[in-house]
């Protein structure tokens, strides 16, 4: 272990902590509106910034590369039909969220529906951040810092496990105290810093890994040995044996993805902080841009570590780390680690923001005191914050032994996404569909998929036709059900939309033509790498 790599380490990872002090150390955290929704104040760079690194973490570093030294660029699939999915949130979402001018996806459904439809979309959250999202974060974090910083070699701890459940309870109390103590601008601020880094830091160990494919003859020729090498690795159309089989792009794929960009709390909270939807929309289609470029630096990496140590028995998801590590001179892995430490912040206080947000304003304001002041309020969110994030400790180190982290956190998001996306679209596109078929569809969804995916024979389903053309079908049925339950017991009133006046809901004009540009890209670049 090469102290330059500590110190450099250390030094950046203060730094953000020092930078991000100082911005928000005058911000307002006693109102939740200051708390959950920074004072709804966040413009476009802020927005941009903050939905990269919530969705930038380890679990995408390590997971998605890990994927593709498996699979090779067909798992780009996550990374570029989300930007169709942003496009979506940015022209048709945003807007009619704004309208309400709420601060959980959660209190939209109950405007629409009820307040039980609300409670019950609640829960639904809580439970999955709780035992899916949160962990996931923290897992892949510490087994890609391992990995980074050699912390066996540093430490002198032999035993994985105990290095694995130390270092998970370290980062998520670093992670906790982020996020219970500074509110959401703060996580949007650091967020940001860690974002400019983690790109850099993405692009430094393409160029670095290239090299190290050409052994220093430079990296347009490393470029080229990987394609007559290894070519099948860098078709962006899946086969039928691959994680992502090209034709469910069009069916599962595209739907977890407009959830995870559309309607996920984790992620839109901070669009609800937009300072009007002009600047939402800015900061939407911004990141949209970002997301394509991911491939480079969430997808490339994974094949060049395909080529240089897939005879070396490295695991998938060990190739990461092996990589930065092998790669990057000892300062550049020091200020990468950081970087990656601070995405795992990032994503986990994110997470840990909106868990808060949710039990807070929906469940301790909505249900438990519905008499709660402010400061009781946002109290009571730092309060179950580290009640959550010691549950997180707990079960992060009881993922070890998963065979692809990110096929896995994809397929057990769906149980809870699929069934969400179904009524918050339903919701938005009827009139009459009544709060009866929302609750339906939440809690039949979430056992369907849960069933496919765990008790015989059921299992055979997902088996037969592949698990996301599995969950788009139980997507279909879920929007079928509502439909004919609307039919037959309608609402006595059409549902009317109306706008709360919290936010100037003036489009950007550049929004639909950015849009456009977007998905063709899109296209293009599948067709570019068709094989």
């Known amino acids: 272990m090469h102290m330059l790599t500590l110190a450099s380490f250390l030094f950046f990872t203060g730094l953000v902590a020092f930078i991000t002090w100082r911005i928000t150390r005058r911000d307002g955290h006693s109102s939740t509106s200051g708390y959950f929704l920074a004072g709804r104040t966040l413009t476009f760079p802020l927005i941009a910034g903050s939905l990269l690194m919530t969705n930038l973490s380890t679990e995408q570093m390590v997971g998605l590369n890990g994927a593709a030294f498996a699979d090779g660029l067909s798992v780009m699939a996550w990374e570029v039909v989300a930007v169709i999915a942003l496009v979506a949130l940015a022209l048709f979402f945003l807007p009619r969220f704004l309208k309400s001018g709420i601060a959980t996806l959660p209190q939209l459904l109950e405007i629409r529906f009820d307040k039980t439809t609300q409670l019950i979309t609640n829960i ?31 430490t002198g701890i032999e035993s994985t496990n105990t290095l694995l459940w130390l270092t998970v309870w370290i980062v998520g109390i670093i992670g ?22 983690l790109l850099i830091g993405g692009f430094v160990i393409v160029y670095f890994g290239l090299q190290a494919v050409s052994d220093g003859s430079g990296v347009m020729e490393g470029w080229n040995i990987l394609k007559e090498s290894d070519p099948d690795k860098l078709n962006s159309i899946g086969g039928p044996e691959q994680q992502v089989p090209f034709f469910t792009l069009f069916t599962g794929v595209f739907l977890i993805n407009l959830f995870y960009w559309s309607t996920n709390q984790q992620i839109i909270q901070r669009t609800f902080a937009a300072k009007n939807l002009a600047e939402g929309q800015k900061g939407v289609l911004l990141t949209g841009l970002f997301k394509l470029l991911g491939p480079l630096y969430l997808v490339l990496p994974g094949i060049i570590a395909y080529h240089l140590y897939a005879d070396q028995g490295v695991r998938a998801d060990e190739a990461y780390g092996h990589l930065v590590f092998n790669v990057l001179p000892p300062y550049l892995t020091g200020f990468f680690a950081a970087v990656m430490v601070g995405a795992i912040l990032s994503s986990f206080n994110s997470a840990l923001n909106s868990t808060t947000t949710i039990f807070s304003l929906g469940i301790y304001k909505g249900v438990l005191n519905k008499d709660a002041s402010e400061a009781q309020v946002v109290k009571s969110g730092k309060v179950f914050g580290w009640i959550m994030a010691v549950i997180t400790m707990i079960i992060a180190p009881l993922l070890a032994g998963q065979e692809s982290l990110f096929g896995y956190l994809q397929k057990m998001n769906a149980i809870y996404f699929i069934p969400i996306l179904a009524v918050v679209l339903v919701g938005l596109l009827t009139k009459r569909v009544p709060p009866m078929a929302a609750k339906i569809a939440l809690v039949g969804g ?16 997902p ?69």
């Open 176 to 197: 906790a105290i982020y996020a219970l103590f500074g509110g959401l601008r703060t996580v949007a601020v650091s967020d940001t810093l860690n974002g400019v880094g």
């Open 124 to 154: 639904i959250f809580l439970i999955a951040y709780a035992v899916i999202l949160l962990p996931i974060i923290l897992y892949s974090g510490a087994i890609g810092l391992q990995g980074m910083l050699d912390l066996q070699g540093l």
């Open 463 to 531: 088996q037969v036709m592949h698990e996301f053309h599995f969950v788009a079908l139980v997507f279909v049925l879920l929007v079928a059900v509502m439909l004919i339950i609307g039919k037959l017991r309608p609402r006595e009133t059409d549902w009317i939309q109306e706008h709360s006046g919290d936010v100037d809901l003036t489009p950007w004009k550049g929004a639909v033509p950015a849009g456009i540009v977007l998905v063709v890209l899109v296209i293009v670049m599948y067709i570019s790498f068709a094989g």
């Open 446 to 461: 979430c056992l369907l998929i849960a069933a496919g995916y765990f008790v015989p024979p059921f299992t055979l389903l």
